[in-house]
């Protein structure tokens, strides 16, 4: 079993992380999304982030150069069907994940393994649908945000994938300096089962919007928590929607337990439109 190439199905902040980490690991990476413009803006915001590093002195001019050559903009008609893995990072929603796999299922080689970067959606629930072959090429690859930064994958086993598949790619992850944890195929998986109190208890101390209330949280879990983010902060990074769709996928999964109980305060900023930082205002301003 090889890594070879990797097919990276959504441009969004997640998707390009995961291409331009991929990218640096030596491997020829396509990244596809529904929306052409949003891929080809990925690859020019990635060729950024490399430029910036190499000004860092953080990559030589050489590896640079080589980086972009390996990264490609794709299309469904056009991306590599031999490709080695798949790696889906769209949005949090079952159903268009699985008309996704699905269709990679038909496209792509028999012996191509699919993967997603759910962070809440159980494996098996996406892998149901799927040939009986192709059912034991498919796992869950969980990455965090930023990709190309944050140590730690989740690598998720779904009922039917083959288990050395999961050794593979433990190992794999570890040679190339990704702290590695195996999660069962549960609901919101380790990171985000319990970062929902995380979220959800800061939520329910300042009650509603109130910027002062806000940071003071998050400088006392940064002050005396040791946090590097508060959890406002955080969701700003991520995306208060894309909080607000995984807490309220792993509250729904335990059948409306309280303690994943979603928030009225998230739901009025996604409401709002006021998202995070991708839109330069959530929880705080970024002018």
């Not at 915001?45 to 980086?67: H, P, R, T």
């Not at 940064?222 to 700003?236: A, I, N, S, T, V």
Request: hydrophobic fraction near 40%; glycine fraction near 6%.
């Amino acid at each position: 079993m090889q890594i070879k190439s990797v097919l990276v199905i959504g441009a969004g902040t997640m998707g390009r992380g995961i291409a331009q980490w991929f990218v640096q690991q030596g491997l020829k990476v396509e990244l596809l999304d529904g929306n052409s413009e949003v891929t080809h803006d990925a690859i020019k915001s990635v060729n950024s982030s490399w430029e910036k590093l190499q000004a860092k002195g953080k990559f030589s001019q050489e590896e640079v150069l080589s980086f972009k050559s390996n990264l490609s903009a794709s299309t469904w008609e056009s991306f590599n069907k031999d490709v080695s893995l798949v790696v889906e990072a769209i949005i949090e929603n079952l159903e268009i994940k699985t008309s996704v796999f699905k269709k990679l299922d038909d496209l792509c080689h028999e012996d191509t393994i699919l993967s997603s970067n759910t962070s809440s959606i159980p494996i098996s629930s996406l892998a149901k649908e799927l040939s009986s072959a192709r059912k034991e090429k498919f796992l869950g690859l969980h990455f965090f945000n930023p990709a190309p930064i944050m140590k730690l994958v989740e690598v998720i086993k779904g009922h039917w994938t083959n288990p050395q598949i999961i050794t593979f790619f433990e190992q794999w992850f570890k040679e190339h300096s990704k702290e590695v944890a195996i999660c069962n195929d549960s609901p919101g998986f380790i990171v985000n089962r319990v970062a929902r109190n995380f979220y959800g208890e800061a939520m329910r101390v300042v009650s509603h919007y109130d910027k002062e209330r806000i940071t003071e949280v998050d400088t006392i879990l940064k002050e005396c928590g040791g946090f590097r983010m508060g959890p406002f902060e955080l969701m700003d990074l991520i995306g208060i929607d894309i909080n607000y769709s995984v807490t309220q996928s792993v509250w729904n999964s335990f059948y409306n337990d309280p303690r994943f109980a979603p928030h009225l305060l998230q739901k009025q900023m996604v409401d709002s439109g006021r998202i995070g930082k991708k839109v330069k205002g959530g929880f705080y301003d970024y002018e």
